[in-house]
């Protein structure tokens, strides 16, 4: 046998090609139902609010961690400054 005689052409007939068309459009509708379900879903879910307050929570809480640190460097800045003895009380 030659290889060319190993491999025939299958001819589909209508009726056959209608049914794969019929199948794959069942899987495609399947398949959007599930997605549009599953979006639904998302949406309606309270994680994205939760994640939007806790998100502002914890840049409030930065914000004030900062103000709270900045304000002990000037401190210290100023109590290191008063700490250091002046020129005119040295003179004895």
């Known amino acids: 046998m030659s290889k060319h005689n190993n491999f025939r052409r299958h001819k589909m007939g209508g009726h056959d090609a209608e049914e794969?068309?019929?199948?794959?459009?069942?899987?495609?509708?399947?398949?959007?139902?599930?997605?549009?379900?599953?979006?639904s879903r998302l949406?309606?879910?309270a994680l994205k609010k939760l994640r939007q307050e806790w998100t502002l929570q914890?840049?409030?809480?930065?914000?004030?961690?900062?103000?709270?640190t900045k304000t002990q460097k000037e401190q210290m800045t100023l109590l290191?400054?008063?700490?250091?003895?002046s020129p005119d009380k040295t003179v004895a």
């Open 20 to 39: 794969l068309k019929n199948f794959w459009e069942k899987v495609i509708q399947e398949q959007t139902k599930q997605r549009e379900g599953e979006e």
């Open 58 to 68: 914890l840049e409030g809480r930065a914000r004030q961690v900062q103000a709270h």
């Open 43 to 45: 949406r309606k879910s």
């Open 80 to 85: 290191s400054i008063e700490a250091l003895p």
